[in-house]
């Protein structure tokens, strides 16, 4: 799938969304939010559902939080145009309540779509709800940080989760916002292990997610993490080339990343 075919089936799954009224949330919504990012990105970033300000503009993570998440992917040397955002509910709920079951539950042929789509190599999962979506019966506080392989039925067929804290939790427990630089650090490292490990699939099982010829990666060696500014380049002809992560990675447990709130229950996070 060339560049504009995937750019063309993404506008065409933002159309479905725009005018969706499979569940309640469409009653009460000012604008549908599909998600939004670059066709040729190997990350997505999973969020929640959209907040009053995203249903204001009809893009994902653009209030405070969105602030922050850009503010995190500067670190590493990425901008929010290299991934691809979304959320696992593309109507707000109202009051910015939890979505509930049969909400997800019919938004998520949208996000498959968008997965198979985009051939992610890594899913990076923003917060509770998404967190459940793609490693379910796992909590933020245990294994954020850490990787998990993503079931192929959810659409990405060769693609590992990386659990993060949504960027709201940080604005509601500062102590967090440490805890989530330390995560978003170890992002480019665990793209280049992702690599390898889709590398080693059968070559029906990869879209084109690996480095064209002159692919590099600047700033840091494959051994360690990338030092803030780090960024990973491309020949112009081939896949954006930022954070990925495939099926195959080390089982990563609690204590690759000391959490400074893990005694605080995810049932007092609220959403995140």
């Known amino acids: 799938m060339t560049s504009e075919d995937r750019k063309a089936a993404l506008d065409a799954i933002a159309s479905e969304v725009r005018v969706c009224r499979r569940c309640r949330l469409s009653e009460q919504r000012t604008q549908a939010v599909p998600g939004e990012g670059h066709p040729d990105t190997e990350v997505m970033f999973v969020g929640e559902g959209p907040g009053q300000n995203e249903d204001r503009l009809g893009r994902p993570f653009v209030g405070a939080a969105g602030s922050l998440l850009e503010e995190l992917l500067a670190m590493v040397g990425w901008r929010r145009e290299d991934v691809f955002i979304t959320n696992v509910v593309k109507c707000r709920p109202p009051g910015n309540r939890d979505p509930e079951a ?13 997965l198979e789509v985009l051939d992610p190599a ?12 793609f490693m379910p019966g796992d909590t933020i506080s245990r294994v954020h940080g850490t990787t998990r392989p993503i079931d192929p039925a959810s659409g990405a067929r060769a693609a590992t989760g990386y659990a993060m804290y949504h960027p709201a939790a940080a604005l509601r427990q500062a102590a967090l916002r440490e805890t989530m630089q330390r995560d978003m650090a170890a992002i480019p490292e665990t793209l280049m292990r992702a690599r390898d490990g889709r590398a080693t699939l059968p070559e029906a099982a990869v879209v084109a997610t690996e480095p064209a010829p002159g692919a590099v990666l600047t700033g840091a060696s494959s051994s360690s993490a990338p030092p803030a500014g780090a960024t990973i380049t491309a020949a112009s002809d081939s896949r954006v080339i930022a954070p990925a992560i495939s099926s195959i990675m080390p089982t990563s447990t609690a204590e690759s990343t000391t959490d400074m709130n893990a005694t605080i229950p995810d049932d007092q996070l609220g959403l995140f």
């Open 102 to 114: 049969d909400e997800m539950a019919a938004c998520a042929p949208f996000l498959r779509r968008q």
């Open 122 to 133: 890594l899913v990076v999962t923003l917060g509770r709800f998404s967190l459940q979506t």
